[in-house]
């Protein structure tokens, strides 16, 4: 069975980046959209952004302009480049695979302190 390991979280100043990177271990192409969520404590898990075997890319309306998703094919490896973050950007942050159903990791903590 295909897994998800989430590496890159930690402890940050606002202001501050994080790159996030999820492996696969098989083959990218085992899903059709690999994607990032996130869920803060007492909040519903929410998109943070996806992006589909053929490039196409979303992001939730509150990453835009500051984190930006990509993949590299060749590693097996989706990213998850976060600049300029902020408190309220502080969650377990999870990678998921989509294809019939969804595969999730076991989530990374990104704490950004005040």
């Known amino acids: 069975q295909v897994q998800l390991v989430e590496s890159g979280g930690g402890l940050v100043q606002a202001g501050g980046s994080l790159r996030l990177s999820c492996a696969v271990s098989?083959?990218?192409?085992?899903?059709?959209?690999m994607g990032w969520y996130r869920q803060a404590p007492g909040k519903q898990r929410e998109l943070v952004a996806s992006?589909?075997?053929?490039?196409?890319?979303n992001y939730g309306e509150y990453v835009k302009g500051r984190f930006a998703i990509s993949r590299d094919n060749a590693k097996n490896t989706v990213y998850l480049q976060m600049n300029s973050l902020k408190p309220e950007d502080t969650a377990v942050y999870y990678c998921?695979?989509?294809?019939?159903?969804?595969?999730w990791g076991q989530g990374t903590q990104v704490t950004v302190s005040s």
């Open positions: 998921a695979g989509r294809k019939i159903g969804t595969t």
């Open positions: 992006i589909t075997v053929g490039g196409a890319i």
């Open positions: 098989g083959s990218i192409f085992s899903f059709n959209l």
